[in-house]
């Protein structure tokens, strides 16, 4: 049990808040946009994803499967959405091109909402991603872990 807390302990200095974000995005080589949402699941709630994004002044849907909502028509086809096991969902935007814009990133989940803001052509690749989205995934995940059992 000490122990457990000091691994904890020393996790939480080293990596958190900064790591354990519940929304990441990144460039494929391919040039797809992949967003990867982690933001845990609610029992209580019908499981559903939004994908959108915002250059300030308006809102795009990329791809939702909320009912009565659809994704911006000049986003329809584009994307696709995938599973992540254990928990989230992973988008995938094909033929991105980097927007001229400061972009905020959002995805909404069992009503939650994550966003993250990136910079124009600050996208990242997502190679050089991840090491740190597997850091920070296991970070989350030991902390949802450390929260629901304690
Ligand atoms: C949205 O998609 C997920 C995964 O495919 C599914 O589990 C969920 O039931 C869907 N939600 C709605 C509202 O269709
Ligand atoms: C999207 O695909 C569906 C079926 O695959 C097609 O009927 C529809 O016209 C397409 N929409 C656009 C905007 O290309």
Redesign the pocket.
């Known amino acids: 049990m000490l122990k457990s807390l000091f691994v904890f302990g020393v996790l939480g200095v080293l990596l958190i808040p900064a790591q354990c974000d519940r929304i990441s995005v990144c460039v494929e080589d391919d040039n797809d946009l992949r967003v990867d949402c982690l933001i845990p699941p609610k029992p209580s709630q ?4 939004e994908f959108s994004w915002s250059t300030g002044t308006k809102e795009y849907v990329i791809n939702t ?3 009565g909502s659809s994704a911006d028509k000049e986003f329809k086809n584009k994307s696709y959405v995938e ?1 992540l096991d254990p928990q989230g969902y992973r988008m995938i935007l094909t033929g991105y091109t980097d927007t001229l814009h400061t972009t905020t990133y959002m995805c909404k989940m069992s009503g939650e909402v994550a966003s993250i803001s990136v910079e124009k052509e600050q996208v990242v690749q997502c190679s050089a991603m991840f090491l740190k989205s597997a850091g920070s995934w296991i970070v989350c995940l030991l902390l949802f872990f450390y929260q629901t059992h304690s």
Do not use: G, H, Q, T
């Not at 019908?46 to 994803?49: D, G, R």
């Open positions: 019908i499981a559903s994803y499967n909320v009912s599973e």
